[in-house]
Structure formats: structure tokens, C-alpha cells
């Protein structure tokens, strides 16, 4: 039985080349040794797993050769002294902690009340009040609450010490009694039965430091950060209202591929992976605006979608590889038309979900009118010159040569591959956002930036497009969708020529889609994790991601 648990557990490489500098695995919790020689002759390797054998000597570093191993063995026998079992089966819970809160919380000192309750948590800390009476401090769900155990309650005092003293930091531990107040005022459970439900067998520290390591264990973060915590939950009720926002607006929610032949949708680097069966690679999606639209095509005039995105591009505070987006589409809009339901949803959010986001000590009014600038003349004011004018903002030698100088002027470097899409965008990231702190509805950027958007009215060389600014961030990015197919055969040819790898690629099955006929069409999208650290005071994103890619080991 020990050797088939083994065998799921030990990578092939045990029966390769890998040297492993233990004789022998001592079982943790017992007297058993099992022989590592034993276990490279028993164990037949899957192929996939012979593939990284790196991975597989790091693993048994960990595993087998932990510094912690001795305390784990030394907590495991002290607990069995004290506890018949170590990991039962369940524990009828009748309250979570804050509705124990609430519901007695209006219980005078000294006062028991008559209902009998059980909860369960994690064991906090411990303070004894005489040698028969100890007041431990259980969190269950994010809540605290107080849990009075008296010696009277068990067999014998001496059982009693036995079985509260083995508790420590970390332990989760059900309790059955009645809520009472104490003297000193305070709510807690007097309790009539504590039992252990799974111990922690490493030492739980009061706070993780700072890091990868802190990245790579967040659960320990999550338990010892209440503020990480409460960042987590604010997410979850972010992703919550927006879903009741558009539901409310008769919006249908639905799912869209991750995995597809082509990528579109988004001006960014692709992850590639590859289908053994079907033998070809496949994109995984960088958005999922295509597919969305096709569903307006197909007669669904209002979806969103909220779901993983995947973009093969640099970490920093504001970006992450693998991100969480809400895309919804709206037929029959226009841009101007999501710029005030843009105003209104992220006034609903901040205002019924009380959130206070504040830049460097100055509050970020959301509830207000947004300002509203345009693209080129915002940097025009910043340079104070005047740019060519957008007819003339090809992208050509000229119009490179041109920008580039300027970029020099203001010690701006563009990296490699310079087009005119990218300049423009460098010029404005280091001009323009770092002042747009209160929210800024930024408007009319040339088209040459913007494949997919409807060309402007009034000056075809610009789109119907906005992105939403607060706190010198990008926020959300919207247009008018181009709906003429011949139009947007052009455009995605222009960006096929720009020579960059994260220019979008052409797609001809959504140009054909389109020639069925695309309702004037309005569409939207929203990093979800950026927007939760803006609202939630953090500075990165790492903070508002569960758990965020961190470097291997």
C-alpha cells in the first residue's frame, strides 16, 4: 500500500540518473523506513514525466530531504498522545462566526444564551485564566470570535491540559456550545466540546515575509494578511456586480474559446501551445472580442463575457501574463454610448461597495462626470508643437523618421520594432497618463492604432474609440465596431505589414463572418485585476491576482 502511494508520489527519474542522498524515506508519523533503492527498482515511469527530470530532483529535495521533517514527526507523536484521530471525517458546523456575531451580539455580560451552537476555525492563540479556565481565539472564515474553555467540561484537569495544551497556531479545530458574554464584555463560546479537525504540523508565522516565497505560499499569506484577504473578497464582489450590472441590462452571459487556430482581438504577443492528436499548434487567447462579435452576427445583441486572458508580455505592477477580463458587446451603440454606461457602472461599484480608491492621499472620484480629452491634441499640448496631421500618420519612413526625433528630444528610448503605433503609444504613456489621476475619458486615436474600431465621422483617419484613465492606468478600452468588411480586411493588412509581433493578425474567417452583417455594434473590455487594485488601494496587481505567476524554483 506505502509503495502504491509512492509510486503516485516520486517522479520517474527515481529509476534514471538522479542521485538522491537519503537511503532511506522515513515515513513521517511512524517507524516505517522505506528503501530508496527500493523504490527506483519498483517503480516503472510514465514517459511524459522522464521529460524533466530537473523538476523531478527539486521535488524530491523538498519532499524527501525537508529541514522541517523532525518537527513535523515530533508534533505528529505528541498530538497522538493526546488525540484518538488526527484527521476525522467532518464536523456539523449549525453557524459560520459572523452570524454568531451578529445574532448574539446584543447579549448583556455575564449572560448565556440558550441556544447551543457549533463552529468551526482555525485555532488563533491561547490564554489561560487560573489553571482550569483558557480563553483561545478561533478565526473562522476571516471572523474572530472568543472561545471559553472550562476543565469541568472533560474527563479530568490533567485530560483537559493534555488535550488544549497540544493545540497550537495554525490547528483547525470545531467547537460545540452556547454563546455567551463575559465579564469583561467580550462575546465568545462557552464551550462544552473542542476538537481537533486537522493539525498544522509546521510552525505558522505571524506574518510571511515579502518575495516569491511570499507569492509562491499564499495561503500562508491569506492567513497571517487580513488585508490581502479583504482584497480577495472585494474582487469577488467586483466580479459580482458587474455580473448584476449587465444582467440587469438584459445582457446574456456566455463562454468563449481559450484555445483556437488564430489570435485576434488584441494587440499582443500570443503563448503557443500544441495539440498532440490533432497535431498543430494553438494560440491561447489574448481576447475574446472576435468570438463575442460573431455572436452579435448571429442574432445576440448584447453578451459579455468575463473569463482568462492570456498575453505572452512582460510583468511589472500593472501587467501580468495571465489576467482576468470582462468584454461585453452592444448592438445598436456607439462609443459615446458605453462612455456613460462606463460612468455608471464603476459609480455603482465604488459607491455600493463603499470603496474609498485614493492616489498618493488624493481620493479618485468615480461617481462624478469624467473628463473627456483626445488623443493627439493631448500630446500636441504636452510637446507644445503640432504633430502631422492624422491623414499624414502612416506608417512610412517619414513619419518614423519624424517621431523617432522627437522621442530623442524628450529622452524617450522606443524599443525594437519601432512603427509609428508604438511611438504614439510611448509618447502618450510617458506624456499623458502619469496626469490622468481623476478618471479621463481619452478619445479619437488614430486608426493606424486601432484595427477594429469604426473610423470617426468627421475625420476617417481617426476612430470612434476611448480608453477610461485613473490613477495614471488604463482602466478599460472601448469603440464603435468596424462592422464593414472591406474596411477591415484593409486594416488588419496595414497591421500585418507593421513587421511587430504583437500587431494583430489577420483573420479571415471573422472577415467572412462579417460580410453576413454585423449590426452597428458598440464592445468594451476591463482588466479585472488592475481595476480591483485601483479600488483597493494596492500598487500591483499581484496583490488583487489569487495566486499570481511567480519565478520556478
Not at 488585508?227 to 468563449?256: C, G
Amino acid at each position: 500500500m506505502l509503495l502504491c502511494q509512492l509510486e503516485r508520489m516520486v517522479p520517474a527519474v527515481l529509476a534514471g540518473s538522479c542521485q538522491v542522498h537519503l537511503a532511506a524515506w522515513q515515513v513521517p508519523g511512524t517507524a516505517c523506513q522505506v528503501s530508496m533503492s527500493t523504490i527506483a527498482q519498483s517503480y516503472s515511469p510514465p514517459k511524459l514525466l522522464l521529460c524533466n527530470k530537473r523538476n523531478a530532483r527539486l521535488f524530491l529535495k523538498r519532499q524527501f530531504c525537508d529541514d522541517n521533517s523532525t518537527t513535523v514527526n515530533q508534533r505528529i507523536e505528541r498530538l497522538k498522545s493526546s488525540h484518538n484521530i488526527l484527521y476525522p471525517s467532518g464536523f456539523k458546523v449549525t453557524h459560520a462566526v459572523s452570524d454568531i456575531l451578529e445574532k448574539y451580539a446584543n447579549l448583556y455580560t455575564g449572560e448565556v444564551a440558550v441556544d447551543t451552537v457549533a463552529i468551526g476555525g482555525m485555532f488563533s492563540s491561547i490564554r489561560s485564566s487560573g489553571k482550569k479556565i483558557k480563553f483561545i481565539d478561533m478565526i473562522g472564515n476571516g471572523s474572530k470570535i472568543q472561545l471559553k474553555v472550562h476543565a469541568n467540561k472533560f474527563s479530568s484537569t490533567q485530560d483537559f491540559l493534555d488535550q488544549i495544551d497540544a493545540l497550537t497556531r495554525g490547528d483547525r479545530i470545531g467547537v460545540v456550545g452556547k454563546p455567551c458574554r463575559t465579564k469583561s464584555g467580550e462575546l465568545s463560546i462557552d464551550c462544552s466540546q473542542v476538537e481537533l479537525l486537522s493539525p498544522c504540523l509546521r510552525v505558522m508565522p505571524q506574518k510571511i515575509e515579502s518575495g516569491q516565497k511570499r507569492l509562491r505560499r499564499r495561503y500562508i499569506d491569506y492567513l497571517t494578511n487580513p488585508d490581502l484577504r479583504s482584497t480577495l473578497v472585494t474582487r469577488a464582489r467586483i466580479i459580482k456586480l458587474f455580473r448584476q450590472f449587465f444582467d440587469e441590462l438584459d445582457f446574456m452571459e456566455v463562454e468563449t474559446p481559450i484555445l483556437a487556430h488564430n489570435v485576434g482581438g488584441a494587440s499582443a504577443a500570443p503563448f503557443i501551445t500544441h495539440h498532440n492528436e490533432m497535431k498543430t499548434n494553438l494560440y491561447l487567447r489574448v481576447a475574446p472580442e472576435l468570438y463575442l462579435k460573431q455572436l452579435v452576427i448571429a442574432g445576440f445583441d448584447r453578451v459579455y463575457e468575463i473569463g482568462k486572458l492570456f498575453r505572452n508580455e512582460g510583468v511589472d505592477p500593472s501587467h501580468n501574463p495571465e489576467f482576468t477580463s470582462c468584454e461585453f458587446y452592444m448592438a445598436f451603440a456607439t462609443y459615446k454610448d458605453l462612455m456613460t454606461l462606463t460612468n455608471q457602472l464603476f459609480s455603482k461599484l465604488v459607491n455600493e461597495l463603499n470603496l474609498e480608491p485614493k492616489h498618493e492621499g488624493t481620493l479618485i472620484d468615480f461617481s462624478s462626470e469624467y473628463k473627456r480629452i483626445e488623443f493627439l491634441p493631448s500630446i500636441e499640448q504636452a510637446i507644445n508643437r503640432d504633430l502631422p496631421p492624422p491623414s499624414e500618420l502612416n506608417n512610412n519612413e517619414d513619419s518614423i523618421k519624424l517621431l523617432t526625433s522627437l522621442c530623442k528630444e524628450l529622452n524617450i528610448t522606443i524599443p525594437p520594432p519601432v512603427t509609428v503605433p508604438r511611438i504614439l503609444d510611448k509618447l502618450f504613456s510617458k506624456l499623458i497618463e502619469p496626469e490622468l489621476i481623476q478618471p479621463t475619458f481619452v478619445t479619437k486615436h488614430p486608426m493606424l492604432m486601432s484595427p477594429l474600431a469604426k473610423p470617426d465621422s468627421e475625420n476617417p483617419h481617426l476612430a470612434q474609440r476611448f480608453e477610461l484613465f485613473a490613477t495614471g492606468l488604463e482602466l478599460c478600452n472601448a469603440y464603435t465596431e468596424l462592422n464593414d468588411p472591406m474596411i477591415q480586411r484593409a486594416t488588419l493588412a496595414q497591421q500585418a505589414g507593421l513587421a511587430d509581433p504583437e500587431a494583430m493578425i489577420p483573420d479571415e474567417d471573422y472577415c467572412v463572418a462579417l460580410e453576413y452583417g454585423l449590426p452597428p455594434t458598440a464592445g468594451w473590455g476591463c482588466g479585472i485585476d488592475r481595476l480591483t487594485a485601483i479600488l483597493t488601494n494596492n500598487s500591483t496587481i499581484k496583490e488583487t491576482i489569487t495566486f499570481p505567476l511567480t519565478k520556478s524554483h
